[in-house]
Structures are given as C-alpha cells and as structure tokens.
Nanobody, 115 residues
Framework: QVHMVESGGGAVQAGESLRLSCTLS????????MGWYRRAPGKQRELVAQ???????NYQDSVKDRFTISRNNAGNMVFLQMNRLKPEDTGVYYC?????????WGQGTQVTVSS
C-alpha cells in the first residue's frame, strides 16, 4: 500500500526559508515524475515544482530562483527547499508522484508566510 507523508511546513516571516520533505512508504512501480503542488486559499491546486525521472526540473514562474526541488537516490523522498518566502507562497503543499497509469498524493502540509 502506498502512503506519502509531507513534513516541514510551518509559519514563517517573509524572507525566511522552509524545507519540505515527502517520504514514500510502499513502492510505486515506474515512477516518472515527482512534484510539489500547492493550494492557496480560495484557489485551485497548482504545480509548484516537478522533477522528472531523468533529473530535469521545471518550476512555476513565481518560484523560479527561490525554490529548489530535489530527490534522494533511492527515489522514495522528494524535497522542496523554499527560500525568500513571500506571503503569496502561503497554502497547503502536496507531494505528488506519478507513473504511466496513476498518480499518488500526500495529505499536505501547511505553509503560512506573514508579511
């Protein structure tokens, strides 16, 4: 059974940093991509950052040069280093992993950035 748990969220001031972690329990055959999404208050969930199995990454424009996504060698953890946080980064952050046929989600971790 697949289970993913996010950690590292919290409440910070603008300009500070947080590092989110996502740990996969169980196994997902043929993971193609791992990513972080966020749901800001009153908005739909949106992609923040993604790392493909090849190692290439892509980011939402608003977080480029501030956020960095990475994974461990075992492929069961994905991280999001968030620097120079802004109030508009506030939201619930979800870990996502997908293969060719399905995708899996964590339950989310809250990030709150105050000005």
């Amino acid at each position: 059974q697949v289970h993913m748990v996010e950690s590292g969220g919290g409440a910070v001031q603008a300009g500070e940093s947080l590092r989110l972690s996502c740990t996969l329990s169980g196994s997902i055959f043929g993971v193609r991509a791992m990513g972080w999404y966020r749901r800001a208050p009153g908005k739909q969930r949106e992609l923040v950052a993604q790392i493909i199995i090849s190692g290439s990454t892509n980011y939402q424009d608003s977080v480029k040069d501030r956020f960095t996504i990475s994974r461990n060698n075992a492929g069961n953890m994905v991280f999001l280093q968030m620097n120079r946080l802004k109030p508009e980064d506030t939201g619930v952050y979800y870990c996502n992993m997908r293969n060719f046929v399905d995708e899996y989600w964590g339950q989310g971790t809250q990030v709150t950035v105050s000005s």
